[in-house]
């Protein structure tokens, strides 16, 4: 069998072709000719079938693993299965394949000799020089995590990108990738110096790919010094917490995004490789800021150190998952350290170490050590590192690469599996990632849905009334220190008549793993709506909704990203949710896996209201415990035309937080922008308000 045949390749999987002798009968008829129907046809109808060489392929599937090998080039040249031990979940393989790819990606494929044309003496036609056989073309995405950069880091990151692009377009396509305020793609897969040139150029002046969060870091510490000065002890790792918590929302935001655009390389061929720039990502976020208190100081605040430890820990299982995402789809991420060396001077002008230097330095330095190593790259932290030794020691990598191939039958679907291949020939190493993962069919079309996210055109500020794709978010309750709300993401119908559609939705929010959600919704009439919901938890804080439609038939793919906040009742006596405005919609609404044709849909920011239906405003007001005195609560619909509705008093109570509603009837609103505000009083003190802008059609007068 030969590597072409196991080369047919699909997200980490092969198909293998099996062999079948077939028994054939030893005369065929010769069809043309006249057949007797005599003894001879007789006995030949009787006779023994005999085995012939006619074959039957039949496919089975195969995982396929790239491995680097490394040592002297006699004993690397023809290793063969009995050259490696296999072991996959702790299981001996017994039955595997092995196939050398030993060409290097940026090497130009020459003649080995120039052909011998004698064809003019013998008059025959001259003979076709054959073509020379090319290596593999690679994939390279070089991926901006910008949250985790600082200004240095950001200002080399760039410098060495341009550096690598004339010597990675040798050896393949490259794509550039930037996570900012969102996710964009500056170039998909491109060949040309010059478009990567001016995408880089691009990214460096697009203000909403700045982050200052790494940057700040140091005022941070310096926020929480001051009070360790003042001997204030309790708010020092109160504030410590406090920036904890915020450092590892961001991280878990940007590794989330990460793995969703690590998707779009499932479809591409082998290598694969991903050039991650950072600074000060870490798989243990917040951490780092225990260091600022002495041991002493610590225990006396169990509660706040368990806490910043047990988040820290959540943000692992992130990590873990961009490792996987790799894993599934044959990815190596090269991570580098962008901003070189660090160095911090005190008033004397000495050297001193500070917490970004040593414990956190030494955090997110191993974090990209982790991310690198486990899928099967490399980590650049030094400050010498280039542009060129970078493409060096991909090249390194992927010059000799031998496919191991084997059966994944029966090996459990959508986690991480520990691999080991160990290499019995002396003086030869083998560098192999650590795990592997075998995507289900629905995780890879989940993940196909959501790594379209940042490969459409950038993104506007807000979101227009006529945007294809809208998310809303209507509150439901608060249960055991959570918000629970109805997730809904809405897309416009397409104008073909039988529609199919593939809608997913990625949450990232404080305090709480993410949450995917997808759905299949098939029409079968033109410009029918669709409607993805689910019910989702948050914990107060900040949120990001990621939400992607794709339209299987014309392979038309909408995306859109969204923020909010859920108020913390404990931080303020009085709190408003966001509010949601909802009406009536004919659509078709999947929730559950069961499809319906209309529902109570929560309108997206920006999304003008119909005046001429009945119009609900849902919100919830919390409080904190301490808040015992009654409440009242007024609203109030104002713009070019106004409503006013009896105030409702509130006992707050053991519960935390309590749903509210108006109903606005048809015709009570025109055309025009509104405001719908909510205050909250007691004893005539305003303690806390609410309030959403919107814009209002009157179809009925447009008629």
């Known amino acids: 069998m030969t590597a072409t045949q196991r080369a047919i390749q699909w997200t980490g999987l092969v198909y293998l072709v099996f062999t079948f002798a077939v028994a054939l009968p030893a005369e065929l008829p010769v069809y ?16 023994e079938p005999q085995r012939s060489d006619v074959v039957e392929r039949a496919l089975g599937r195969l995982y396929q693993l790239d491995v680097t090998v ?17 072991v996959v979940n702790s299981n001996f393989m017994e039955e595997f394949f092995v196939d050398r790819v030993c060409r290097s990606v940026f090497e130009t494929p020459a003649p080995d000799s120039e052909p011998v044309d004698d064809s003019a003496e013998s008059g025959a036609e001259p003979a076709a020089t054959p073509a020379p056989v090319a290596g593999p073309r690679a994939t390279f995405l070089m991926y901006f995590d910008q949250v985790h950069l600082s200004l240095a880091g950001r200002s080399r990151a760039l410098q060495m990108a341009r550096d690598l692009v004339p010597q990675l377009v040798s050896g393949g396509a490259v794509s550039v990738v930037s996570s900012g305020r969102g996710v964009e ?26 982050d200052e969060w790494t940057q700040l870091e ?22 410590a917490r406090f920036y904890a918590k915020e450092e590892r929302y961001r991280a878990e ?22 050039i991650y720039f950072s600074d000060s990502m870490r798989r243990n976020p917040g951490r780092h800021y225990l260091d600022l208190f002495n041991q002493n100081l610590v225990d006396r605040q169990t509660e706040d150190q368990g806490t910043i430890e047990n988040d820290s820990q959540v943000t692992a299982v992130i990590f873990d998952r961009v490792i996987q995402e790799a894993a599934a789809h044959g990815i190596r991420v090269y991570a580098v350290e962008a901003q070189g060396m660090v160095v911090q001077t005190n008033r004397s002008g000495a050297l001193r170490a500070t917490p970004t230097t040593s414990s956190g330095l030494r955090d997110a330095q191993g974090s990209l050590q982790s991310l690198a190593i486990e899928t099967g790259g490399q980590a650049f932290i030094s400050s010498g590192v280039s542009a060129k030794s970078i493409r060096r020691n991909i090249e390194k990598d992927l010059s000799c690469l031998y496919l191991v191939s084997f059966d994944p039958t029966g090996m459990p679907l959508d986690r991480s599996i520990p691999v080991r291949l160990d290499v019995k020939r002396p003086r030869v190493k083998a560098q192999v990632r650590g795990t592997i993962v075998l995507q289900s069919e629905e995780a890879r079309r989940k993940s196909a849905l959501l790594a379209a996210f940042g490969a459409t055109e950038k993104e506007k500020a807000g979101i227009s009334a006529n945007s294809p794709i809208r998310a809303g978010m209507l509150p439901l309750g608060f249960e055991d220190g959570k918000f629970k709300a109805r997730l809904q993401v809405y897309v416009d119908g397409s104008p073909l008549p039988g529609a199919k559609w593939d809608v997913g939705a990625s949450v990232v929010a404080e305090d709480r793993v993410p949450l995917e959600a997808s759905g299949r919704i098939e029409v079968d009439q033109p410009n029918i709506p669709v409607v993805l919901e689910t019910e989702a938890y948050f914990k107060p804080g900040s949120y990001e909704v990621v939400m992607v439609a794709h339209e299987t038939e014309s392979d038309h793919i909408v995306s859109r990203r969204v923020e909010n906040t859920w108020p913390n009742p404990k931080a303020q006596p009085v709190a408003v949710s966001p509010i949601s405005i909802v009406q009536r919609t004919q659509a078709a609404f999947h929730s559950g896996g069961e499809i319906r044709t209309s529902g109570n849909r929560a309108l997206g920011q920006g999304e003008l209201v119909k005046a001429d239906e009945d119009t609900a405003f849902v919100g919830m007001i919390c409080w904190d415990r301490g808040q015992r005195k009654p409440l009242r609560i007024t609203r109030t619909l104002s713009g070019d035309s106004s409503a006013d509705f009896p105030p409702m008093e509130m006992e707050p109570g053991d519960e935390r937080c309590r749903t509210f509603a108006d109903l606005v009837a048809p015709g009570t609103m025109t055309a025009g922008s509104f405001t719908y505000e909510v205050k909250v009083h007691s004893d005539d003190e ?14 009925t007068a447009a008629r």
């Open 686 to 699: 305003e303690l806390a308000s609410g309030k959403i802008v919107f814009g209002a059609t009157d179809r």
């Open 70 to 86: 490394t040592g002297p080039e006699d004993a690397i040249k023809d290793l063969g299965v009995e050259d490696f031990d296999l």
């Open 185 to 210: 793609t500056f170039a998909e897969y491109s060949e040309d110096e010059f478009e990567l040139l001016e995408a880089l150029e691009k990214l460096e002046y697009d203000r909403n790919q700045w």
């Open 253 to 274: 935001k940007a590794l989330y995004r990460l793995s969703m655009v690590l998707g779009r390389l499932a479809t591409r061929d082998q290598p694969k490789v991903v």
């Open 218 to 239: 140091e005022r941070r510490f310096a926020d929480i010094n001051r009070y360790l000065v003042d001997d204030r002890i309790d708010q020092a790792i109160s504030m």
């Open 32 to 47: 043309g000719q006249e057949q007797d129907g005599g003894k001879d046809s007789a006995d030949a109808a009787t006779q």
